[in-house]
């Protein structure tokens, strides 16, 4: 399976991009639940002016949705030198100018364009722990762990051991990442309004941040056209008190930069089994007079 994948890894992004948009489609239209998620996601996000507008990100979503898993396969098996020539950054500088504090830096990527390849890129510079969850296809960890374990990168599992090992490395003044709009479990986050909408957000990054002292970074790796590749964008966020609402308000920023490269069909609005109910959505409150 992996000789394959890496033979696989050789072709060129282009082709490999093309086969994604096509694997988007197919799963949009065979998947009922996963189109009606990624449709509603998107158009109640607020991002689009009109339902024409709407309809034409949506088009682009559905393919781009596609690209992501696809090139999965160029990242986590291309060689070294390949994965390399793929990423490019004209703003390193923020990530040394953090540094010079003396501080730990958490690197926040959300689930738009690229986010395998950021962690990839930082690795290359500077030692980083990033933090994964298990999928559900118990073979695929293996295949994860090994693509995302290059250079200076070390997994660390979204456990109570992989936080620790989260507190340690910011507590040397070391680089942890992490996905900030990932849906924690129950006890592990709080609700707070993700595009007008209450969603169970993660408490994780504001009790490292708090703790440790430690700078944020907002990364985003933005999939360029045709297969050139990916441009990486870094950029400091403070904030005078971080919490759930600060950092949704955060993650929606990039996401309004390029929307179309969010992953809009991940269930970000579930409910963790055994949570409390979530407050109602901001248009209803605001029907009612609450806000």
Aim: with cysteine; proline share 6%; net charge positive.
């Amino acid at each position: 399976m992996v000789m394959f994948l890496r033979m696989l890894a050789r072709l060129p992004l282009s082709w490999i991009h093309a086969a994604g948009a096509a694997l988007g489609w197919l799963v949009y239209w065979s998947s009922p639940t996963y189109a009606a998620r990624l449709k509603e996601n998107l158009y109640r996000s607020g991002v689009c002016a009109d339902a024409t507008a709407c309809a034409a990100l949506l088009k682009r979503a559905v393919a781009e949705a596609g690209r992501g898993v696809a090139e999965l396969i160029a990242v986590w098996f291309g060689t070294d030198d390949k994965i390399v020539s793929l990423a490019q950054c004209d703003n390193w500088e923020v990530v040394e100018a953090a540094r010079r504090g003396g501080q730990g830096v958490i690197f926040l990527t959300p689930h738009i364009g690229c986010f395998e390849i950021a962690a990839m890129y930082i690795a290359q510079r500077l030692p980083i722990t990033v933090l994964y969850r298990p999928p559900r296809l118990r073979w695929v960890e293996p295949l994860m762990i090994a693509g995302r374990s290059r250079w200076q990168a070390t997994v660390a599992p979204a456990n109570l051991r992989g936080v620790r090992m989260f507190y340690k490395t910011l507590q040397r003044g070391g680089a942890v990442g992490l996905l900030p709009d990932q849906a924690p479990g129950v006890g592990e986050g709080a609700w707070a309004d993700f595009f007008g909408r209450p969603a169970y957000t993660m408490t994780l990054v504001g009790r490292l941040q708090k703790a440790t002292g430690a700078a944020l970074i907002m990364t985003f790796a933005k999939r360029l056209p045709h297969g050139q590749g990916y441009q990486i964008h870094f950029e400091q966020i403070q904030f005078e008190a971080l919490d759930e609402t600060a950092l949704n308000r955060a993650i929606e920023n990039v996401v309004r930069r390029c929307p179309e490269q969010y992953l809009w069909s991940y269930n970000r609005y579930k409910v963790p089994v055994g949570a409390e109910a979530p407050p109602a959505p901001r248009e209803e409150r605001r029907e009612r007079g609450e806000e």
